[in-house]
């Protein structure tokens, strides 16, 4: 290893895997189908949303290949708008929602608060049981012909104008959204009554911090996603008008719900990237967060007002022009706590030692691109722009550069972060570091000519579009074929590094999370011991003096 | 191994060794279980209120709307079922606390009276509201399946109802408004019934379980779990009981 | 340039020149906008470029390499402060100025021109009050301020106009406005926005921005022999409203004369404006808007008219300023054929005129 890396690995001709551990503990799909092992079901976890993302991804190139050409020549209309609503199902509730929580989350959460386990790990088996049902529920409607009422069930096109299979799909959501709330249920009870003993609340990590506020949207906002797809059902079904004004319902009420869950979803979707974030900024620049508190109350804050500006989806919708002046004032306090976080990670790196590797550049890659997708946000924010901006490849591109800009980046980091962790063994570090290369370069390339198709009028959701847009479809076409590479690298490398990478050891980035005083793979109760936590987080001298003791001891 | 994880004191150690049978593997102490277990019942029912919260938001906004339709539609309604099926309600959470006391007393014989009597109370809730159901049916009330507007177009054409309330005709516009009126109805006594049939199913579970004493050894944290979430199912029909049934009576 | 492809050199040719980073700017909004639009992107960059010089010179100046041992740094209240205040204080800016240009936007002034607009699956239909009806196209003059009064039959809709800035939801079921004083002759693209079915990318359409001279042109040329009021009119006898709201003294339905813009009090104790939105509910759902006084027999329209009929309606409501016109549609029921002579004298302008420029009255107090 050369002199501008922490890397420190074992000695590889003699370490070895840690004989008992999580993985080699049982074996048999049964142990695995029935485990109660937080770290197990991350894995299953991770295998299955990898699974999804990968469908979500491929109904994404066909939605760029489409779009190569203004005429909806590849697909009908009808086809392609089935192919847009089953990518952004599945992207949003079935890799986005559980993605950094449910597997990264409930593999290192339980670790972090220093727990042998989560409070409850047979509702977190089952959460993983309902995602598993939900999917199976989403793959059924994609194989009786999927659905085409977008991501967003809107009334009364969900509810009376379609034919596809809307009822499948919102139940799938539904049970989905059950999986969720498990899932937050499970993180809040753990953080609150399982932290070991000497973890207060300003000890934990700030990945368990960004947790526990997406956990509480989980667990506040779902459920009025789940009832009110269950009245979208039943006014599909009975035909008596909640939503359809045609039937003396409301159509605006539908849109206050489903915003009501959604708009705080995306903070579901964010708030864990961005704890994944801060772990890794400090680990890669041997710093404390800058401004620690600052960074956990801005999650809470982030969390508290995300509940507050749902009705910023509906400036254009005819709701009063107060309400959208008071909407609009609480998004732009929203988009404060964002900002006070990119700016104390760029100052952690701030009289750092700062290394590059891979979990790193996917966070530079993280803070840059968030930064222009919350920048953008503000655009969609103030009521006058929004006019213009809203429902048009704007906005794809803006959330698109929150979501996969920002969240995949953080996921990809987090994954890469925590691989030896969780498999014992180091991934290609030269090759990762080129796939994060290309996945920034490629998403650059993909989702920036959106932003002008936007703003110069192109609407979202189009099958075909006038002429003289092809030119920016045809560069953001051809950036999602270079996304696509940087997306298919790491699944091989990683899936290689499982036999042939490099045993880690229990340190590999000499990181000061409790998860990295403990062997890796970890045990199945974690720590041989409960650990008691003498010192704050990200506390690199309390690490250094421990490996001088280490030294000292076997000297 | 690394000194970071040094030892937990040597009581906390001894408690892991010691623990009683039900305790799980990875809590530390009985208590810290009790806690837990406990936390997370609270906020699940925080995550219920959210979702009738939603029903109740879609009925505030129809009934400030259809006002007219929704007081001749909760005339339909029989005030001494649902006073009957009140009471039966209160009196069930008051069997399930003495339920949950004689766990905490471990009195095994006590809380299976106390158990049982709440399991039939709930059977007897149930059965009071599929009678008021079946009325619907029988006079199409059922939107969607089987509804006529006949009794607010005509009041008089329904005599029973008419000769207590003397409602005016609802012209045809508001009369079908009625319909909203009573899905509502459904969506959300079927939603309470629903929460009603699996608490029914998860007592009736709990008494084959406290036959065999789980309860009664000094852990009786599903007993007391289970006790708060059926005072919760209890809480939302007191709210839906004046919400559907006395609109113009307050 | 030999060895690019030429497919692809004539694609970059054509990029090159048709090269736009944003709409063309058509309406006396659309430069207000912008500034807005160009002010925010300032914004952006400034601060894209103070996160992009903050990481890569931290990562320049401490390196592992420049700087192999950190100093660990608390954090500052200060610098705290410092960034939270300063994007607080540049976000309340755009959101104030936002504010003001969405008040602009969605407040027409009183002396627009009104169009009404139905979208549904998949089409756009435009009314004139002068009785001109277009699908798919909407034609407006320059230097003047046009209304649009928009709902949709079915579902969400959404009336977009990328050169004129604006954009408003087509909601089933109830009135949206929007207004814009187009300035630069041409065509520009009409698209719906909203996800609305299959053809939702096939619901587009044209606006066709004409001098004023060229548009009263258009206008005569396009007539379809009758105002949308008289259209109106026509509706009010062959749905027999002038059964009841016949400004007899007897009559069941309260006089209709004046109505328009006037306070009213309702059976239920509110009082309302009668605006477009109030006709239009109290068209579909009397029993709801009962002016006080009277009886709720009125049936409710849900169903039987369409929402261009409503719209009709409205017009002919809006323009109603002499119980003589109510008594002449009695004459139209017996005989249709009839009306049309009697009636037709009115150009659109005057009865436009006729209805602005009559005061809020009170009826039925």
């Known amino acids: ?23 080699s503990k049982e074996n048999g799909l049964l142990s695995w189908l029935l485990t109660g092992d937080h770290k197990r079901i991350a894995t299953l976890y991770l295998i299955s949303i990898t699974f999804f993302f990968f469908i ?17 020549d590849l697909m009908a209309a009808d086809t392609y708008n089935k192919v847009f609503s089953m990518h952004g199902l599945i992207m949003v509730f079935f890799f986005l929602v559980p993605s950094v929580p449910a597997t990264i989350g409930n593999f290192v959460i339980p670790m972090m608060v220093g727990a042998k386990d989560l409070a409850l790990p047979k509702i977190n088996l089952l959460s993983w049981y309902l995602y598993i049902v939900a999917g199976g529920m989403m793959l059924y409607t994609m194989a009786t012909g999927g659905v085409d009422t977008g991501w967003t069930f809107t009334t009364p096109l969900s509810t009376h104008y379609l034919n596809s299979n809307v009822i499948s799909a919102g139940l799938a959501v539904f049970v989905a959204g059950f999986s969720s709330i498990f899932t937050g249920l499970n993180f809040i009870v753990t953080i609150h009554k399982m932290r070991c003993p000497g973890m207060t609340w300003f000890r934990l990590p700030l990945f368990v911090w960004s947790n526990y506020a997406a956990s509480i949207l989980m667990v506040l906002g779902t459920p009025v996603l789940a009832i009110t797809l269950v009245l979208v059902v039943l006014e599909r079904t009975v035909h008596i008008g909640v939503f359809d004004p045609a039937m003396g319902g409301d159509p605006l009420l539908f849109q206050h719900l489903f915003w009501f869950y959604s708009h705080p979803a995306v903070y579901i979707m964010i708030l864990p990237g961005m704890g994944v974030i801060s ?8 710093k404390r967060v800058f401004g620690y508190t600052a960074v956990a109350f801005s999650s809470v804050a982030i969390a508290v007002f995300g509940f507050f500006v749902w009705a910023h989806h509906m400036f254009i919708m005819g709701i009063s022009n107060y309400a959208a002046l008071v909407f609009s004032l609480l998004t732009m306090l929203v988009a404060v706590p964002s900002a006070i976080k990119i700016f104390n990670w760029a100052f952690t790196l701030y009289n750092g030692s700062i290394t590059f590797e891979t979990p790193m550049l996917y966070a530079f890659g993280f803070m840059g691109l968030f930064t222009i997708g919350g920048m953008t946000g503000v655009f ?60 920034f370069i490629g998403f650059n390339f993909t989702f920036f000519p959106q932003f002008i198709l936007g703003t110069l009028g192109m609407p979202r959701r189009y099958a075909a579009y006038p002429p003289e847009f092809q030119a920016l479809n045809v560069f953001s076409s051809a950036g999602a074929t270079i996304l ?58 309390w690490l250094a003096r421990q490996q001088q003791k280490e030294v000292a001891s076997v000297g | 191994m690394s000194d970071s994880t040094a030892t937990a004191n040597g009581t906390l150690a001894e408690a892991h060794h010691e623990h009683p049978p039900y305790q799980r593997h990875h809590f530390e102490t009985v208590s810290q279980q009790f806690d837990a277990t406990n936390f997370a019942m609270w906020l699940f029912l925080l995550t219920e209120v959210m979702f009738f919260g939603g029903l109740f938001t879609a009925y505030l906004i129809m009934r400030n709307w259809y006002y007219p339709a929704f007081v001749e539609g909760s005339h339909q309604l029989s005030i001494f079922w649902g006073t009957a099926n009140t009471t039966v309600l209160i009196l069930s959470s008051f069997t399930m606390a003495m339920g949950v006391w004689s766990a905490q007393m471990k009195r095994k014989g006590m809380l299976l009276f ?137 | ?45 400034v601060g894209l470029t103070i996160v992009v010089l903050l990481i890569v010179g931290f990562s320049i100046l401490y390196s592992k390499k420049r700087h192999p041992e950190a100093v660990q740094i608390e954090g500052s209240t200060l610098l705290e402060a410092t960034w939270t205040i300063i994007p607080l204080g540049l976000f309340l800016i755009m959101f104030v100025w936002g504010a003001l240009l969405y008040f602009r936007i969605y407040t027409p002034p009183a002396n627009a021109m009104n169009i009404y607009v139905v979208g549904k699956q998949w089409m756009w239909k435009a009314e004139h009050p002068g009785g001109q009806h277009e699908i798919d196209s909407l034609h407006v003059p320059t230097g ?147 002016t006080q006084g009277y009886a709720p027999i009125m049936p409710t329209y849900q169903g039987q008219i369409s929402e261009e009929g409503v719209f009709a309606l409205v017009e002919y409501l809006k323009n109603l300023d002499s119980d003589y016109r109510i008594q002449q549609t009695l004459n139209t029921t017996v005989l249709p054929a009839d009306s049309e002579g009697k009636a037709g004298g009115q150009t659109p302008a005057a009865a436009k005129a006729g209805g602005q420029g009559r005061g809020p009255g009170e009826v039925q107090q």
């Open chain 3, 144 to 290: 003047r301020a046009v209304q649009l009064t928009i709902i949709s039959q079915d579902v969400f809709h959404s009336f977009s106009i990328p050169a004129f800035r604006v954009k408003r939801e087509a909601i089933p079921g109830r009135y949206t406005t929007v207004w814009f004083e187009a300035t630069t002759p041409g065509t520009y693209h009409l698209f719906c926005t909203q996800y609305c079915g299959t053809n939702h990318s096939q619901m587009i359409g044209d606006v066709v921005v004409m001098t004023p001279d060229d548009f009263r042109k258009w206008l005569q040329g396009s007539t379809s022999g009758h105002s949308l009021a008289q259209d109106g009119e026509r509706l009010f006898a062959s749905l027999s409203c002038n059964a009841c709201h016949n400004t007899r003294p007897d009559a069941r339905g309260p006089n209709l004369v004046g109505v328009y813009g006037s306070h009213l009090a309702l059976a239920n104790g509110q009082t309302v404006t009668v605006d477009d939105a109030y006709l239009r509910q109290a068209i579909l759902n009397p029993s709801q808007n009962i």
């Open chain 1, 484 to 541: 696509g590479v940087g997306y298919l690298l790491p699944i091989l490398y990683l899936t290689w590094s499982l036999k042939y990478g490099e045993i880690a050891g229990e340190n590999p980035w000499q990181a000061t999370g409790l998860e990295w005083q403990t062997q890796s793979p970890p045990l199945t109760e974690n720590f041989p011991e409960i650990p008691i936590m003498d010192h704050e987080a990200y506390d690199y001298e």
């Open chain 1, 380 to 439: 969609l924010g103030a009521t006058g722009t929004d006019i213009h901006l809203t429902e048009t490849y704007f906005i794809v591109a803006h959330f698109h550069f929150v979501m996969v800009g920002g969240m995949l980046m953080a996921f990809l980091s987090g994954v890469h972060f925590w691989w030896p962790k969780w498999t014992g063994r180091m991934y290609p570090e030269k090759i990762s570091q080129l796939a994060a290369l290309i996945t």
């Open chain 2, 114 to 250: 106390f158990l049982g009597l709440t399991f039939v109370l709930g059977l007897v809730f149930l059965g009071i509201k599929s009678i008021e159901w079946h009325e619907k049916w029988e006079k199409s009330h059922v939107p969607g399946l089987r509804y006529s507007g006949q009794s607010f177009l005509n009041p008089a054409s329904d005599p029973e109802v008419y000769a207590e309330y003397h409602d005016k005709p609802l012209a045809p516009d508001m009369a079908s408004k009625t319909e909203q009126y009573f899905f509502l109805y459904f969506a959300m006594t079927g939603m309470h019934a629903l929460h009603m049939v699996i608490g029914i199913g998860i007592l009736g579970f709990m008494i084959i379980r406290a036959k065999a004493g789980a309860y009664t050894s000094g852990h009786y944290t599903f007993v007391e779990n289970f006790g708060l979430y059926w005072h919760f199912v209890d809480i939302i029909w007191i709210f839906l009981f004046p919400l559907l049934y006395l609109i113009s009576r307050y």
């Open chain 1, 1 to 23: 290893m050369s002199a501008a890396t922490i890397v420190s690995l074992p000695d590889q001709a003699t370490a070895r895997i840690p004989k008992m551990n999580f993985l």
């Open chain 1, 56 to 72: 979500g991804g491929a109904l994404a190139g066909l939605i760029r290949l489409e779009l190569l050409t203004p005429q909806s």
């Open chain 3, 1 to 45: 340039m030999s060895h690019i492809s030429p497919v692809l050199w004539q694609f970059l040719v054509k990029w090159l020149t048709n090269f736009a980073l944003f709409p063309p700017e058509a309406s006396k909004i659309a430069p207000q906008a912008d500034a807005l639009y160009f002010f925010m992107v300032l914004v952006s960059l």
């Open chain 1, 279 to 286: 772990e890794v900024v400090s680990t890669f620049s041997r």
